[in-house]
């Protein structure tokens, strides 16, 4: 346990990120628009989606004119070569959940990380073309845009191609990302990306260049003129599984040609009069959000206080009981039997909640006994969207870790995922970070893996209230819980309840994590819910929140995280 707690600690120091100031008015609140709101990654793709609203289209359209963008200009985390969640709801109320998850290959099983030893390869999921998973972004975008869409769909592609082809300006961000990675690059890839790749390996990227990636612009130009097809058949699909050859990986063209987004059954409830909609199995974002708010309804959090020794050991305690149902219980819905009417049944979370003890920290040992699901990277990124009609959009997509597998698809100019690494490699053995994987995500030919990605919209008397949600691996879950209960519970506005710091609690390890600026170890409240138990460490940023509240006037308030280069746009 030792050697986990040090491990945690030292990638939560390698967590820490530079964080920059948010622009809000004298009120405190963040940007503020009349009719529409775009919140996204990226400030260049908030933008391409704000256009595309002032052209006439909807909420769904910007939304994957975003994604098309975010792949372009935010590689660690946009996609096309990866997979996500889209939640929606209509200005007449109704609500839908689309499910682009990538998949397992067909040719994939649950020992394929496994070496003759029975130990799991090193970085065999993780890194190189065999951890990836079959692509869903483009089925997802098209599969959207099918149901939902309303401007040609071309419109909504060519702004990312025009970024791809004219270039666009590296953040410094996205700078020290591409820098960091050059050895990651050469390595794992058997073409080299040469637009990613400066000529001398002493020359960093700086914050205003422009990069250029012509073979990227192609690739959406494909998809532009073909729809999926000119993603998942002809050259594209040629490409990519041509470089699958060359690098030892598994995904077919018959993995390609049959892949298919889903549409599923949303995750409803309520909460102190509020009504919310979040992403079903096989994300765990939705059932965990709703145990949550259900464990935590019955006690008056706005009397407790903001962050109070109160506040945070009963967030903990429903935390650690929520995670521990997740490990054991979650998975895809069409290869594991959820048990998703039990864990949602309100009488279930009191009884889970009747050993809590307002004065003393439950050990995690001592709940439920599960197998934890493998920590996810928090290399993700979050988009939410509402058009001037009141139709919202709440979007999590990711390529799992930062830069995915690190392997470009030679020719095609995109980052493949390595989401096969958020299945159990191995179930019932501890991974390198201490936690144990669940047969219910083990791996299995066609099955998409156990996400935490938790897209969520809030109403209010039936009508639209919040669209929220985040990156950030397991703390997913908890950083929208937090951002939800900082606004109904204690009265924040969306910039200051997305600004705010944030703690995270996943039952195993049994440690609580918390921002550097949430509670100093000095402060008595640190010191309180130690006698009372609580394992405490600090850590750098806790997701990166993207979210817009309806204000009582109508207008829009858009909530960027500081914590990245995310960024509003509006109209």
Known sequence: MKKVLAL????????????????????????????????????????????????GGNAVDAAIAVQFALAVVYPGAGNIGGGGFMMTRMADGSIDALDYREKA???????????????????SSTRGHLAAGVPGSVAGFEAAYKKYGSLPWADLVQPAIDLAANGWALTEKEAGKLNSNRTNFIKYNTINPDFF?????????QAGEIVKTPEMAATLSRIRDNGRDGFYKGETARLIVEEMKRGGGIISLQDLEEYEAVWRKPITGTYRGYDFIS????????????QLLQSVEPYDLGSFGFHSEKSVHLIVEAERRVYADRATHLGDPDFFDVPRNGLLDKKYQSDRMKNFDPLKASKSAEIRAGAPAPKESEETTHLSVVDPKGNAVSVTTTLNGGMGSK???????????????????????????????????????????????????????????????????ST??????????????????????????????QWLPDVVMFERDAIDSTDARWASLTEMGHNLIKRGTIGRVDAILVLPDGRLEGGADHRGDDAAAGY
């Open 8 to 55: 945690l600690l030292a990638l939560a120091f390698v967590a820490c990120q530079s964080s920059k100031e948010i622009v809000v008015d004298e009120t405190g609140r963040g940007l503020i628009a009349e009719k529409a709101m775009v919140v996204s990654a990226h400030p260049l793709a908030s933008e391409v989606g704000k256009e595309i609203m002032q052209k």
């Open 197 to 205: 790749l400066k000529e001398n390996e002493d020359e960093k990227w």
């Open 407 to 473: 392997v470009f698809v030679g020719g095609a100019g995109f980052l493949l995922n390595n989401e096969m690494d958020d299945f159990s490699v191995k179930p019932g053995t501890p991974n390198m970070y201490g936690l144990v994987g669940g047969e219910a995500n083990s791996i299995q030919p066609g099955k998409r893996m156990l996400s935490s990605m938790t897209p969520s919209i809030v109403s209010k008397d039936g009508k639209l209230f919040m669209v929220v949600g985040t990156p950030g691996g």
């Open 105 to 123: 290959p067909l040719a994939g099983g649950r020992n394929m990380y496994i070496g003759e030893n029975g130990e799991v390869i090193p970085q």
């Open 279 to 290: 992403m079903p199995p096989p994300s765990s974002g939705g059932i965990a959000l709703a």
């Open 476 to 505: 997913i879950i908890t950083s929208v819980f937090q951002t939800i209960i900082n606004v109904i519970d204690y009265d924040m506005g969306m910039q200051e309840a997305v600004s705010a710091p944030r703690f995270h609690h």
